[in-house]
């Protein structure tokens, strides 16, 4: 059973709500799920073994790490009737479009058998969303590119079937490196949970309602997809390319000093780190990793990316602001090696967070203090004023 700690959060105001889940020491870089470490999660455990984490507060033993592996295995297909849900799109809709309306769709099929006032029905809601997501990833993936959708076998791990679901077509299985399957898995556990940040706190005050689990988690997906948030993979990428070459990088950290000027270094900053996000350590490490075993040498994007760290942490303006890279710097260009393309980053990042998503929202049905339920807010507007007819104003 882990010690249970006190700690000084660092601020004084009432925080949103309790939880158990996840530690995060903006100060120190540290992040813990359930008192785990990330960086010895994403070393030594799995993707599967951190949702059962995740879920359930404990490591599992053998036995209950291969039932629950047998139930998610088996909870990957999707209703063959929601295939037709794809073809309301527009072939070049952004996958992250097509996620949110799937995944708020999934409430319309199992809506009615759901009661979330049954633990056992919250479970199985729970091994539902994290066993279908990446199905409906991939399968979005596939719309985009106009290509079949492809089945999940169940013969693979789960960071091994969404690389088959994404890369494999009918005339060609895609051949799965288990290094590859490796470092896809790791991805996954490095954007599993993140404690309240905007996209879980918009599940908690979803759920809050009573609202359907499925319908909460898409309203969680919607969220991530801001620039700000999950969209950050895809925009640091973009902005790595933008810069394109190592002598550009000091006009680029012109423009993200420049108050006057919008540009943010995307993949930089973050609300409560202020050091090292442990993640984008882990990130830059399997980049490394992943383009060496793909036989990628010299790759631009991952010296312009490298440079760009190095000048800015010695820079006093990112210094004193204590600006650091965070989960999103290095993801998208190993993502980019595996052969995605940017607009599958932040799906990528959403069916990872699901089970945060999910186990958070379990949390909050479970213990009334974790509901989030109807913010207050500060009034500073107009004071009370009689209504003047258009005639007189
Ligand atoms: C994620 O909350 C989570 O946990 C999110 C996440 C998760 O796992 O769920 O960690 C995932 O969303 C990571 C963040 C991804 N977003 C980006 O990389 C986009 C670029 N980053 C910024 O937009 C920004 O850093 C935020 C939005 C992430 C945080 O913004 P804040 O709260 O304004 O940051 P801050 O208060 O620490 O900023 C201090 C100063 C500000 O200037 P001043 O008002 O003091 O003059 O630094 C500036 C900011 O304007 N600043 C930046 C900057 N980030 C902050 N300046 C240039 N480039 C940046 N990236």
């Given at each position: 059973?882990a010690d ?11 925080a949103?709500?309790?939880?158990k889940?996840t ?21 030594e455990?799995?993707?599967l ?5 995740l879920?359930?507060?404990e490591?599992?033993s ?6 629950f592996?047998?139930?998610v ?9 929601m ?6 799109f ?6 992250m ?7 708020g ?6 809506h009615?058998?759901?009661?979330i ?5 919250r479970?199985?809601a729970?091994?539902?969303l994290?066993?279908k ?21 169940n ?11 994404c ?10 490196e ?5 470092a ?8 599993a949970?993140h404690e ?7 599940v908690r005050?979803?759920g809050?309602?009573?609202?359907n689990?499925?319908?909460?988690i ?8 801001g620039?700000?948030?999950?969209g950050?993979n ?7 390319r ?8 000091p006009?680029?950290?012109k423009?993200?000093k ?6 943010r ?9 202020k050091n090292?996000?442990p ?14 075993l ?5 790759n631009?994007?991952l010296?312009?990316?490298k440079e ?6 010695e ?7 204590k ?6 710097f ?9 052969g ?6 932040t799906?990528?990042?959403?069916l ?5 998503w999910?186990s958070?929202?379990?949390e909050m049905?479970?213990d009334?203090?974790?509901k989030?339920?109807?913010p207050?807010q ?15 104003r």
């Amino acid at each position: 059973q882990a010690d249970v700690f006190t700690y000084d959060p660092g601020f004084t105001s009432t925080a949103a709500c309790e939880s158990k889940i996840t530690f995060i020491d903006g100060g120190k870089g540290e992040l813990l799920y359930r008192g785990y470490p990330i960086d010895q999660l994403a070393s030594e455990s799995h993707y599967l073994e951190v949702c059962y984490l995740l879920l359930y507060g404990e490591l599992p033993s053998k036995q209950q790490m291969e039932d629950f592996e047998y139930r998610v295995t088996r909870h990957t297909m999707i209703h063959e009737q929601m295939k037709q849900f794809f073809q309301g799109f527009r072939r070049d809709s952004h996958p992250m479009a097509t996620m949110v309306g799937v995944v708020g769709a999934l409430s319309a099929f199992y809506h009615d058998s759901l009661d979330i006032s049954d633990p056992w029905q919250r479970e199985v809601a729970s091994i539902r969303l994290i066993a279908k997501l990446p199905t409906i990833a991939a399968m979005a993936y596939k719309y985009s590119i106009g290509q079949p959708f492809v089945y999940p076998k169940n013969e693979l791990s789960y960071a091994e079937n969404f690389l088959h679901m994404c890369f494999s077509v009918p005339a060609e299985d895609y051949k799965i490196e288990p290094a590859l399957a490796k470092a896809m898995d790791r991805i996954f556990t490095l954007h599993a949970d993140h404690e309240q940040n905007a996209s879980t706190s918009t599940v908690r005050l979803a759920g809050s309602s009573g609202a359907n689990p499925f319908a909460c988690i898409a309203a969680g997906i919607a969220c991530l997809w801001g620039p700000a948030h999950g969209g950050a993979n895809q925009a640091c990428l973009e902005m790595l390319r933008e810069i394109g070459t190592v002598d550009q990088i000091p006009e680029y950290i012109k423009r993200a000093k420049d108050k006057d000027d919008p540009f943010r270094l995307m993949g930089f900053g973050h609300r409560v780190y202020k050091n090292f996000d442990p993640r984008a350590k882990v990130m830059k490490e399997s980049a490394d990793e992943v383009l060496d075993l793909l036989g990628i040498h010299d790759n631009e994007t991952l010296q312009v990316a490298k440079e760009l760290e190095k000048i800015a942490l010695e820079d006093d303006y990112f210094v004193s602001k204590k600006l650091y890279p965070n989960v999103d710097f290095y993801s998208g260009i190993i993502l980019e090696a595996m052969g995605f393309p940017t607009s599958m980053f932040t799906p990528i990042f959403a069916l990872s967070r699901t089970v945060g998503w999910i186990s958070q929202w379990k949390e909050m049905i479970e213990d009334p203090t974790g509901k989030i339920g109807r913010p207050r807010q500060l009034y500073t507007g107009a004071t009370y004023r009689d209504y003047v007819d258009i005639a007189k104003r």
